[in-house]
């Protein structure tokens, strides 16, 4: 019931269940805080969201990978930069692990906020994390420079993606094809797309 209300964007009515299952002694679980900060989170509500996390430690409940991925999201989307920084210190102290889900959410962050000197920071700090680089996380770099049309700076990366073994998946292509301001450039990316296609075997839509 929690989720669903969550989804609904019936936070309160989530907030209402959520409530009744102490009031008749049901202990919330781990899963249950985490679909109630999901619904907070949706509505942009950081004061809750941040009580929901302080409920958690406060019933002996360790908030995890997913929680504080959770937060980095919300922070970022509202540009609370340095929340958002604090929160990946508090995930580098440990125990909490940082996974590749956690440095996508931050690199799409900063992307979109043109900071592209912390993002390329935290995508190269990747390997010393013993994390690699998915196509999410290469499609949220090239993104960045796409939006400002740095057509050169896209197909470099894009490049460097099939060179580390990453294959593109049509967000990659239409972010690609975004950076393009020529028919020129368009038929560059194209004739290279169609070039993987054959050699994979596999076709992706443009």
Known sequence: MVDAYGRAGLHKDAQAVFEEMIRLGITP???SHMLLLSAYSRTGNVAKCEDIVKQMHKSGLEPDTFVFNSMLNLYGRLGQFEKM????TTMDKGPYVADISTYNILINIYGRAGFFERMEELFQSLPTKSLKPDVVTWTS??????????????FEIFEEMIDSGCYPDSGTAKVLLSACSSQEQIEQVTTLIRTLHKDKRTALPL
Request: overall charge positive.
């Open 85 to 88: 920084e604090d929160v990946l």
């Open 141 to 154: 770099r090239l993104g960045a420079y796409s939006r400002k049309k740095l057509y050169k700076r896209c």
């Open 29 to 31: 679980t781990m899963k």
